[in-house]
């Protein structure tokens, strides 16, 4: 199985406090969306300014629960270095450079995905980068982490093993996780498993492809494989499947359902409706509200879904 596909999420699982919304137009406006945010400069993050500095000097010490673990009672065996958005805690610079720049740049692009001006979280996303394989297991260990996780990402902070600091960023996994904790920043509430994995594969893919510079700027993870795992099975999921077959399956569905979302239906109403989802929804009735326009009934929506 890809490095991806085991590294499990635990971004945007816990519920922060958020008002209910009533209309599409509130939403949007509570949200600052509805028209393009400015794009991110072309620079693919070469211009990243990574500050180093020890951990009493960084602006923005807070933690949730897991990134204390991470940080432990020593702060000193970390190295700590802040970007605009992001703290990020190493060994090996040339690691933390790397992961600034990709960061910094998904930042940009999901923000400019999402037609957002701004995010709604007032704090600096914290990241990361484990050296060893014994150091990562103890923190997966007392983080109560799936044992064969690569990375994880807990609403705005991402946990990651970077291969003995070579440098070895499993493409994939590392971009999907980060756009885990980057997506929270803008939609701080749970929201049901496939619209979590589906937009960080959805979005992860796209971002890393523009990051490179190759895929043409087409829309979507791009990879291959079948998608065919049954919807309202996905719809309802509450946990990952069983088996390595399903659990791929589950992965490119979701991405799927979620690039169908974004690039068929009004990219405007992508937020909106993960608002409503998130304050309880199915996506059934979220649709119909913000899509009642284009469907009047749910398997309307499916019927196109499947066409597509």
């Not at 703290?87 to 450079?97: F, G, S, T, W």
């Not at 895929?215 to 088996?243: D, H, V």
């Amino acid at each position: 199985m890809r490095a991806r596909i085991l590294s499990i999420s635990l971004a945007c699982w816990l519920v922060t406090a958020w008002a209910p919304a009533q209309t599409l137009q509130q939403l949007q406006q509570r949200l600052n969306i509805g028209k393009a945010a400015p794009a991110a400069p072309a620079s693919r993050g070469t211009d990243v300014q990574l500050v180093e500095k020890p951990w009493e000097q960084i602006t923005d010490q807070q933690l949730f629960e897991h990134g204390k673990i991470a940080l432990g009672q020593t702060p000193s065996k970390w190295r700590h270095a802040e970007t605009e958005h992001f703290v990020i805690h190493y060994h090996k610079r040339i690691d933390a450079q790397k992961v600034a720049r990709q960061a910094e740049f998904y930042y940009e692009q999901v923000k400019k995905d999402l037609m957002a001006d701004k995010d709604r979280f007032d704090r600096k996303s914290h990241i990361f980068l484990f050296e060893k394989e014994a150091e990562w297991q103890q923190f997966v260990a007392d983080a109560k982490f799936m044992e064969w996780s690569a990375g994880v990402s807990y609403r705005s902070e991402l946990y990651f093993l970077s291969r003995q600091g070579g440098g070895d960023f499993a493409a994939g996994t590392l971009a999907h996780e980060m756009t885990h904790c980057i997506f929270y920043r803008f939609v701080p509430k749970r929201i049901p498993m496939w619209l979590n994995e589906g937009f960080a594969e959805f979005e992860s893919g796209n971002a890393y492809a523009k990051f490179k510079g190759i895929g043409g700027g087409n829309r979507g993870s791009g990879r291959g494989g079948a998608a065919g795992y049954p919807l309202q099975k996905l719809l309802a999921a509450t946990e990952y499947p069983k088996e390595r077959d399903d659990v791929r399956e589950f992965y490119r569905t979701s991405e799927r359902l979620v690039r169908f979302l974004i690039t068929k239906l009004d990219h405007n109403r992508f937020v909106p409706l993960v608002m409503k989802i998130a304050e309880g929804a199915s996506l059934e009735s979220a649709l119909l509200e913000i899509h009642a326009d284009k469907f009047k009934t749910f398997d309307e929506f499916v019927k196109r879904y499947e066409k597509s």
